[in-house]
């Protein structure tokens, strides 16, 4: 497995930084693409007059998603690397639920 | 890229069409899919507000912060907040966001409201919902890019009960604030 390429020293390290900024550049770029500086198109998802978040968000899941699961069977990515969350389901969901009130409250 | 952007069409002022969500959504995956293949790790957002606030309060109250294991979970991790993986990715998704938006023709300055409200109420409100989003965020360890984003494509499984609740909150609360927005 030679990916992810910075803990397998196929990548230096040192070079962290520059790539946590890039890949914050094209994340940044897709979500304004998308539509998602604009507070109005987002909370619409929650009036359902426009889709977009829900389109926009599990188009994203799945592709990434084929993407982990491809490189893992040809023996390129190991997701035993992968960052895995710890499941704390009951402040997951009160925190879901605070966050989705604010979210529409505050048009984030 | 919509048909209507970059900066050789540049002649009419009108904001260029937002993108398909579908191909949006597949840039997106495919940004997530580089972080795990370059860097192990997905995207975020709300840690770099915690790693940021983690070090302003240790500058101030040094005491405090060091009896504080959430501040200490932070601090551990970088001397300064532009050494933060995570901080420096979000400076990133301002560059992008605002370069797309550039390019778009879509930066204005202005306030995002429906007509039945005003500036101020409507100001007062984003603060009580960012308020509420940073409190769910740090509650849930992580927010719509750390845990639905990133976690939701690892299929953890708290990530999706994560991602069904902040919907659930969102509709629930949608009707109550609807004079904001229409």
């Known amino acids: 497995m030679t990916a992810p390429l910075m803990s397998s020293g196929a990548l230096s390290p040192d070079y962290s930084l520059l790539f946590a900024l890039l890949i914050g550049i094209g994340f940044g770029f897709f979500l304004e693409r998308a539509g998602f500086g604009s507070a109005r198109k987002l909370v619409a998802q929650f009036y359902l007059t426009d889709l977009s978040v829900f389109k926009v968000m599990f188009t994203a899941l799945v592709t990434a998603m084929v993407g982990v699961i491809f490189l893992n069977r040809i023996g390129f990515l190991d997701v035993g690397e992968l960052p895995l969350i710890g499941t704390y389901l009951l402040p997951m969901v009160v925190g879901g639920l605070i966050l989705g009130s604010g979210f529409v409250i505050g048009g984030y | ?182």
């Open chain 2, 1 to 182: 890229m919509s048909r209507e952007s970059g900066i050789g069409s540049a002649a009419e002022a009108r904001p260029g069409a937002y993108m398909n969500p579908y191909l949006a959504g597949i840039g997106i995956g495919l940004v997530l899919l580089a972080a795990f293949v370059i860097a192990g790790r997905g995207v975020g957002a709300s840690g770099a507000f915690a790693s940021v606030v983690s070090f302003v309060v240790n500058l101030v109250a040094p005491g405090h912060a060091a009896d504080n294991p959430f501040y200490q979970k932070y601090l551990s991790r970088a001397s300064n907040p532009f050494k933060d993986w995570l901080f420096v990715e979000v400076i990133g998704v301002m560059i992008g966001g605002f370069l797309s938006g550039y390019f778009a023709r879509r930066v204005a300055k202005t306030i995002e409201r429906g007509p039945n409200i005003t500036d101020q109420k409507r100001l007062v409100l984003a603060f009580v919902g960012g308020v509420l989003v940073s409190f769910g965020a740090q509650f849930a360890r992580g927010c719509t890019s750390g845990q639905s984003i990133t976690g939701g494509a690892l299929l953890n499984l708290g990530s999706w009960a994560f991602t069904m609740s902040v919907f659930a909150g969102a509709y629930g609360t949608a009707y109550f604030v609807r004079r904001e927005w229409k």
